[in-house]
């Protein structure tokens, strides 16, 4: 059968009508960082801390697969979510993330051109950073922090990393998944 000029049954036929929601592409990163500051409360029984920080991986993942999808000053909030739930000191999280999204930004206009290999090495110092001065907070008054103590957290963080940066890829394409439009 005929048909006439511009007729497709293929996906751009499919398309039609069809838009990514403004209020889920803004709300996915807050609340997949959000979920994994709540990961952080699971029931680990360990003599030490073994439970890499889920919301923190998750942040710089958001921060390196789009660098200006989420405000420089997001870490602040973000930062308190995480200080909610984690029980660390009320204001560590929110330093640290500030900072961490603040030297990111630096490190982005530094080398806007990056491999992949960067990246994990970027990571991996801003996560060995982070658990440093996260464990110097939260022990203030003893003799500051154990690095062999912290050596299975930080090991196992940044192992995770990529594993944490492709679930945020997964959900990136989640976010932005095109919905019906009524006009």
Known sequence: ???????????????????????????????????????????????APVMPPVGFLFLLAWRQLHPGLLPVWAGLPLGMVDDLWSGQPLGSAMLLWSVAMIGLDVIENRFPWRSYALDWLVAAGVITAYLLLSSTLAHVGDSGPLVIVLTPQLVFSVLLFPLAERFVALCDRLRLARFRVLA
């Open 1 to 47: 059968m005929p048909r006439g000029p511009g007729w497709s049954t293929g996906a751009s036929a499919r398309a039609i009508n069809r838009a990514p929601s403004p209020v889920v592409a803004r709300a996915t990163p807050w609340l997949v960082i959000a979920f994994g500051s709540l990961l952080q409360t699971l029931p680990v029984i360990a003599s």
